[in-house]
């Protein structure tokens, strides 16, 4: 699979063509995915482990938990509305407010203990690396 | 009392009309608009903006908002599994005359944008003393 590689002056419709190609892929779509429940995620991997990320505007940080037991990471936190006052009117009212969580079970090659997690202009981004023991290692060749 | 549980919902796409001319597909962020007697409110959820990244602009009455999201993220990512496509944000509002339109401010904090509208002295509610006669 093509890493994500934005040399380019227009990095966006690259991204965008490469996470839409999950969109239309039957095995993600038939019900063992879990479209419809909020935050929609996306996942990702790199050289390091795995790379989860959420689109969560609004969120305090410390209203946000993230645990991991065995191999389930769960997501979880509520979103409160931050605006005061009573307003005499509304003319959009389109944002959704309330709790959420979602777990997602990893495979066994990583290491829940060292992940971590990034909250940055609304986007969740959660790092969880590759256990030891899943890294490539070289093994030198003896001379017999 | 357990708090209202929250559902995923699609981003809708920009509509034809609005097109752009950058490259890429755009979004609409979702908006809530609310009115007190001196000011208006409007936020609008953009994730994946910096305040750097948020364009307001106010021409001919109309108000432009655009965010752009900062892609460095994903740079050297292979994707796994996708759930929601990334990309720009841009929706318009046109503004009503009884908005003071020097005095709008903006800022933008976790992925959400807040403008404060104050609406001009003539269109705040004002109290009229009846006098005796």
């Known amino acids: 699979m093509a890493l994500l590689r934005f040399g380019s002056e227009f990095p966006i419709p690259t991204l965008q063509r490469e996470l839409e190609r999950f969109f239309h892929n039957p095995a993600f779509t038939q019900g063992l995915s879990g479209h419809g429940t909020y935050p929609p995620l996306n996942v990702f991997e790199n050289k390091e482990g795995v790379v989860i990320v959420a689109e969560v505007a609004g969120l305090d940080p410390s209203q946000i938990h993230i645990a991991g037991h065995g191999r389930t990471l769960n997501i979880s936190g509520e979103r409160k509305a931050r605006e005061t006052g009573n307003p005499v009117g509304f003319h959009r009212r389109e944002r959704s407010f309330g709790a959420f969580s979602r777990s997602l079970q990893l495979a066994d090659d990583y290491d829940m203990d060292r992940a971590e997690a990034k909250y940055q202009n609304g986007v969740l981004v959660v790092r969880v690396p590759k256990a030891e023991s899943a890294k490539p290692r070289q093994i030198t060749v003896q001379a017999g | ?133």
């Open chain 2, 1 to 133: 009392m357990t708090a209202q549980e929250m559902t995923a919902k699609e981003k809708q796409e920009l509509s034809a009309a609005q097109e752009k001319t950058r490259p890429g597909r755009y979004y609409m962020p979702d908006v809530d608009i609310r009115e007190f007697p001196d000011h208006l409110e409007l936020w609008a959820d953009m994730p994946g903006v910096s305040d750097k990244n948020v364009h307001i602009t106010l021409e001919n009455g109309v108000l432009s908002l655009e965010g752009r999201v900062d892609t460095d993220l994903y740079e050297g990512l292979s994707p796994l599994y996708t759930e929601y496509n990334v990309g720009n944000y841009f929706r318009q509002f046109s503004v009503h005359e009884s908005v003071d339109c020097a005095g709008i401010k903006a800022t933008m904090r976790n992925g959400e944008l807040q403008l404060t509208l104050p609406k001009v002295e003539a269109a705040k509610p004002r109290k009229i003393e009846v006098q005796v006669s």
